[in-house]
């Protein structure tokens, strides 16, 4: 028998938990500014339920310049200032200082290897712990939590949906990454 989740069991359909959890949650992502937007969504969420963040999801993208790396790692201490400013996102030094320095490290990722996701390619799969420890080199404000919701969030480490899950399968069916 298939059924939903249990977290998002009862969810309405417009529920933003249950959009979030039928549509995005556990498949990939194939361009950098959305894979950097998803990374500063969970750095963001840190403390905090998902469910504020996923209501915050579109005063987060106007903020953030649409998640444009190249846009988002030439901000300079005016943007950081109207960020910390900006009731409608998370208002914390460390995560808006995190998401730009983050977004120049990913400008520079793409450099080395072409893009962002061609880096996590590169380095897939690990096991999470190995996951964590290369985010927390590379990366600022990705703890073990973030890194783990960050790489099952878009199709690398596998758990994002119970197997009995009607998502499941369309997840596996568009992952490539969950069959290596």
């Keep these: 028998m298939s059924t939903y989740c249990q977290y998002v069991q009862g969810l309405p359909a417009e529920n ?92 520079d990722l793409r450099q080395a290897y072409g893009s962002f996701q061609a880096w996590l390619d590169h380095h897939h799969p690990l096991p999470k712990s190995d996951w964590v420890r290369l985010f927390k080199k590379t990366f600022k404000f990705t703890g073990g939590e973030i890194t783990g919701e960050f790489l099952m969030s878009t199709g690398y480490l596998p758990g994002a949906h119970e197997e009995r899950c009607p998502v499941y399968q369309r997840v596996l069916e568009t992952n490539p990454a969950w069959n290596r």
Aim: glycine content about 4%; proline content about 3%; hydrophobic content about 45%.
């Design 16 to 107: 933003p938990h249950r959009f979030y959890h039928d549509n995005e949650y556990g498949f990939p992502i194939p361009d950098d500014n959305e894979l950097f937007g998803r990374l500063l969504l969970e750095i963001n969420q840190a403390g905090l339920n998902w469910t504020v963040i996923l209501n915050k999801q579109d005063n987060f993208r106007a903020a953030y310049a649409n998640f444009d790396l190249a846009a988002v790692a030439s901000f300079t201490e005016a943007d950081r200032e109207r960020l910390l400013n900006d009731a409608g996102i998370i208002r914390n030094k460390l995560k808006v200082n995190a998401a730009i320095h983050n977004a120049q490290v990913i400008l």
